[in-house]
Structures are given as C-alpha cells and as structure tokens.
Nanobody
Framework: QVQLVESGGGLVQPGGSLTLACAAS????????MSWYRQAPGKERALVAT????????NYADSVKGRFTISRDNAKNTVYLQMNSLKPEDTAVYYC?????????????WGQGTQVTVSS
C-alpha cells in the first residue's frame, strides 16, 4: 500500500524558512519522480517543484524559483522541500505527490497535506 506522509509545516514569519519532508512507503521510491504541490484557500492545487528519480534534475514554479529547493534521499525514501524567504502568498496546504506505474497503468498518489502559514 502506497503511503506519502508529509511533515514539517507550521507557522512562520515572512522572510523565514521551513523544511517539509515526505516519507514514502509501499513502492520502489527510487524509481519514480516526486513532486510537491500546494493549494491556497480558494485556489486550485498547483505544482511547486518536481525532482527526477536520481535528483539530477529539478523544476520549479516561477513563483518559488530561487527560494525553494526540492531534494530527495533515496536511502531514506524521503523527499524534501526547503523553503526560504517565505512570503504570505506561500501560505497553503502543501502536498507530496507521485505517479507510479504497474503494467503500464498510471496510479496517482497524494499525501494528506501539511499546512504552511506565513504571517507576522
């Protein structure tokens, strides 16, 4: 059974930093790309960052480039999102996501989400 469990959210002041972690289980973690999404109140869920299987390539939403860093530790089955210079508009529920394949059929998995609130 695939599980994605996020942690590390909380309340932080503008300009502060947080690191989110997503612990994965139930699939061969190192074989799949991982992503972070976020959903702010009243808005659609949006892609924040993606990392390839080995971590040699990453992509970011324009709104977080230069401030957020996605990384992974395949030995620990964990993906991270380091968030620096946080802004109030970064306030959202952050979700870990992956798409796996079995017999060519895609399966999408989401974590339960972790709340990040940026406020003074």
């Amino acid at each position: 059974q695939v599980q994605l469990v996020e942690s590390g959210g909380g309340l932080v002041q503008p300009g502060g930093s947080l690191t989110l972690a997503c612990a994965a289980s139930g699939f061969t973690f190192g074989n799949y790309a991982m992503s972070w999404y976020r959903q702010a109140p009243g808005k659609e869920r949006a892609l924040v960052a993606t990392i390839t299987t080995t971590g040699d390539s990453t992509n970011y939403a324009d709104s977080v480039k230069g401030r957020f860093t996605i990384s992974r530790d395949n030995a620990k089955n964990t993906v991270y999102l380091q968030m620096n210079s946080l802004k109030p508009e970064d306030t959202a529920v952050y979700y870990c996501y992956t798409r796996t394949y079995r017999f060519g059929i895609p399966y999408d998995y989401w974590g339960q989400g972790t709340q990040v609130t940026v406020s003074s």
